[in-house]
């Protein structure tokens, strides 16, 4: 298998989907998932799929676990990984290429090419690449170098007063009128589960506002003029941001001290050339 640290894939456009993993044959606890992904293809949510070795969930499982387009494991321990499949292709008409299943094991993005043994459930994601710029196979950086994401969360612990960088992958979006972010088509940033504590703040960094290359604090506006954050709601699941965030400054936000720690997904989308950003913070059950 290979490594990598966890900072270098954020920056990929690759419309993972998560998986979860252990021993493929019996529990219904411990199972591995494959998640191929979803891009959008003439303003249509198109799925990935996993022709072999998987079986898909059904709509109601999917919902269970939180997550879309959702395949089962149906092989054994030893056996290769199957390979996903999409008739994605970026603006100039390039295929989409399979890169591999990668999941984050101890802070290290590790890719697996087999069914490994395994103990407990966790995320796999699947890695598409289209620009042949970028490197086949990650290669971990000099120690001395520090990497910066592209797209990121800086989280203040109220506690310790340490900052934490938690990465924000690119995924596509069905909201027509949201910022591109420079790819070509609308897109949200997304992060699978992550904790936080009464008090932490939390800030948004993201390139591709303003045509940036390098992460800047969002949102930002073009003129100086004003700056607006969102936090939105959900009416099918119940769920409000507003009951979790409340507004540290013009671009940070800060989860309530009346509340206790626990895990969040989160999913952020630009308007107005990034002077507005939408925040929605679905808890985990």
């Known amino acids: 298998m290979k490594k990598i640290t966890a900072l270098m894939l954020t920056g990929l456009f690759a419309f993972a989907g998560a998986a979860m993993f252990s021993s493929c044959k019996n529990s219904d606890k411990i199972s591995l998932y494959f998640v191929p992904g979803t891009y959008m293809e003439d303003g249509v949510k198109t799925e990935n799929t996993v022709p072999s070795g998987a079986e898909a969930l059904t709509q109601k499982q999917c ?76 290669v971990e950086p000099d120690d001395s170098v520090t990497v910066q994401p592209k797209y990121y969360m ?44 009464p008090g932490d703040v939390v800030s948004v960094y993201t390139a591709g506002l303003l045509g940036s290359e390098e992460a800047q604090l969002a949102p930002v506006s073009a003129s100086g003029g004003s700056i607006t954050i969102t936090l939105e709601n959900s009416d099918a699941e119940g769920n409000d941001t507003k009951d979790y965030l409340e507004k540290s400054s013009d671009t940070a936000l800060r989860y309530k001290e009346t509340l206790s720690a626990r895990h969040f997904r989160i999913y952020i989308k630009f308007y107005d050339k990034g002077a507005t950003m939408t925040v929605y913070m679905q808890p985990m059950d």
């Open 154 to 197: 800086s989280v203040l612990r109220a506690e310790t007063q340490e900052t934490e960088t938690v990465p924000l992958r690119v995924w596509g979006t069905d909201v027509t009128n949201a910022e591109t972010l420079g790819y070509s088509a609308p897109v949200q940033l997304h992060n699978d589960w992550f904790v936080l504590n």
């Open 63 to 138: 919902n269970k676990i939180k997550s879309e387009n959702v395949y089962r494991c149906t092989l054994a321990e030893g056996e290769a990984l199957p390979v996903p499949a999409s008739s994605r292709k970026d603006a100039e008409g390039n295929p989409y290429t399979f890169n591999g299943w990668w999941t984050i094991v101890d802070a290290t993005v590790t890719y697996f090419e087999t069914v490994p043994e395994l103990t407990e459930t966790i995320y796999l994601y699947a890695d598409w690449r289209a620009d042949l710029s970028q490197p086949q196979d990650p």
